[in-house]
């Protein structure tokens, strides 16, 4: 099965600008879709497609993708944004889903 | 309003089973796929099982295959997980969790139920 790839943790000064990464292969065929989890809740859909947001989402959250990377920026970072975020695709070798390993975001 | 309800989690001993369940409402249950994800204490997102509108496709990760069993009923808006031969590494949160309209992201979750196995 593919994998994706994401750093484990990321920080950002409140207000400032952060992107989170994802690499893999299967992101050379299929869009990322990015997933906000805080502590003790399901995971929350916040970017799909080549950069979509469900309703409710803030437009400070936005996504882009290049090659076998996907990034998911958010302009001017909210202390509420503090949590986990998972990428995640079609898997390309077989299987319908893979997952990022996640990255913890803490707003300084 | 789009709910998916998972219940069935508990204590169960190493080598034991258990039956999960996922109650989905707000949509036509009989026309998407359906997913079970699975995150254990203090990890990230898993991707376990998942099942075709029609259960005509069936997918498992390579961790629970030849252990757990993903089946669903659209006439009772259900989707289902039988976990046999289940190990301590198989404790985590369970999501069930709906495809998006043309398949390409997860667009709901449920809530999750919390799977622990130990003796």
């Known amino acids: 099965s593919s994998e994706l790839t994401q750093d484990p943790a990321v920080s950002v000064a409140l207000g400032q600008t952060v992107r989170i990464t994802c690499q893999g292969d299967?992101?050379?065929?299929?869009?990322a879709s990015w997933y906000q989890q805080k502590p003790g809740q399901a995971p929350v859909l916040v970017i799909y497609g080549k950069n979509n947001r469900p309703s409710g989402i803030p437009d400070r959250f936005s996504g882009s993708s290049s090659g076998n990377t996907a990034s998911l920026t958010i302009t001017g970072a909210q202390a509420e944004d503090e949590a986990d975020y998972y990428c995640n695709s079609r898997d390309s070798s077989g299987n319908p889903w893979v997952f990022g390993g996640g990255t913890k975001l803490t707003v300084l | 309003e789009v709910q998916l309800v998972e219940s069935g989690g508990g204590l169960v001993k190493p080598g034991g089973s258990l039956r999960l369940s996922c109650a989905a409402s707000?949509?036509?249950?009989?026309?998407?796929?359906m997913n079970w994800v699975r995150q254990a204490p203090g990890k990230g997102l898993e991707w376990v099982s998942s099942?075709?509108?029609?259960?005509?496709?069936?997918y498992y990760a390579d961790s629970v295959k030849g252990r757990f069993t993903i089946s669903r009923d659209n006439a009772k808006n259900s989707l289902y997980l039988q976990m046999n031969s289940l190990r301590a590494e198989d404790t985590a949160v369970y999501y069930c969790?709906?495809?998006?309209?043309?398949?390409?992201?997860?667009?709901?979750w449920g809530q999750g139920t919390l799977v622990t196995v130990s003796s």
């Open positions: 707000g949509f036509t249950f009989s026309s998407y796929s």
């Open positions: 299967s992101l050379r065929s299929y869009y």
């Open positions: 099942i075709s509108s029609s259960s005509s496709y069936i």
């Open positions: 969790a709906r495809d998006s309209d043309y398949g390409d992201y997860l667009v709901h």
